[in-house]
């Protein structure tokens, strides 16, 4: 079901908060496709219980991908395992365990890339991999937390259990999204990992994937987060060898757009209001190459129907 030609990277959507839901998941996929795995931004313990709406947008009936994988972050094993359970009683047989994380409210309490300094605690954590023998389990993870080797002392770990793959986002927590991708550590890493590998971090291109294709062809595949935000065409531009026309792009843009516009349109309680302010979010990364006055109208604009005006030109 997942399967690609062998001559290819795979390409796998990266998940980020309030943006790869299942509605762009689902949009992603008809109207452009080329993304062999959907991950789930990660469900995590709220209040002493899984977190309700993250759990939902893994549920398999609201996805209608190929491919979705739900992602878990988790401090400890009882963490991980309640996850686990919830995830197995909606019918999912894979999971994938979320160690990047940078955002400092979550690392610094020890989840996402705040626990990669910690190899008893990742230790602990991925205990759950060898106590689900049912679930297949990958990992995404940084270099680390404020070093990048923090991610070598981790290959015992990591080797000595069964992993469907690892993939690697070349900064360290601390850096978030900023400064440059280390990728003498990332070859560090890859030397001494033995399961398939992917790479993460600053993929934006279809010249980007060729490139890393080159310069790494030990990796399985890269993962793309902010890159698909961008330029939702790229997985499928790789994956087909299809270059999109502008006109073509233009037009599979408008209707991708409208998919998202609808659904939110319909599920949103917040009227006009949050459904505004729910679109202007995806322009934060959408099509960065559009006018920089007609973006700054879209981030200005207080109404609706001002905001589907300044879209229309952008699909022109």
Not at 122 to 150: C, H, T, W
Not at 203 to 223: K, N, S, W, Y
Request: proline residues 5%; negative net charge.
């Amino acid at each position: 079901m997942c399967d690609v030609a062998p001559h290819k990277l795979r390409i796998q959507l990266a998940p980020l908060q309030g943006f790869t839901e299942a509605p762009f998941r689902n949009a992603l996929e008809e109207c452009f496709g080329g993304v062999d795995v959907f991950y789930t931004p990660f469900i995590r313990i709220e209040h002493g219980e899984v977190r309700k709406r993250s759990l939902r947008d893994a549920l398999p009936e609201v996805n209608k991908v190929s491919c979705i994988v739900p992602q878990i972050i988790a401090s400890t094993y009882d963490e991980a395992q309640i996850l686990i359970n919830a995830l197995s009683e909606q019918g999912h047989q894979r999971v994938d365990i979320n160690m990047g994380c940078p955002f400092p409210a979550l690392a610094l309490r020890g989840k996402g890339s705040g626990i990669l300094s910690q190899p008893d605690k990742v230790a602990e954590v991925l205990r759950v991999v060898q106590e689900n023998p049912s679930i297949r389990f990958s990992v995404k993870m940084r270099l680390g937390y404020e070093q990048p080797d923090e991610c070598l002392a981790l290959l015992p770990i990591l080797n000595d259990i069964d992993l469907v793959q690892v993939a690697v986002h070349a900064r360290v927590g601390k850096q978030q999204y900023k400064g440059v991708c280390n990728l003498q550590a990332f070859v560090e890493f890859a030397e001494g990992c033995r399961h398939p590998l992917y790479y993460n971090g600053d993929v934006c291109t279809l010249q980007d994937i060729e490139r890393l294709h080159a310069q790494f062809p030990f990796i399985e595949g890269v993962m793309m987060g902010r890159g698909l935000l961008a330029h939702p065409w790229v997985a499928y531009e790789y994956a087909s060898g299809i270059l999109l026309l502008d006109g073509k792009r233009k037009e599979c843009m408008r209707t991708f757009h409208a998919h998202l516009f609808d659904y939110y349109a319909q599920h949103l309680e917040g009227g006009e209001t949050q459904l505004l302010q729910k679109m202007k979010t995806f322009w934060e990364y959408l099509m960065p190459e559009t006018d920089r006055k007609l973006l700054k109208r879209i981030h200005k604009t207080h109404c609706i129907a001002d905001y589907t005006a300044d879209v229309h030109q952008i699909f022109l």
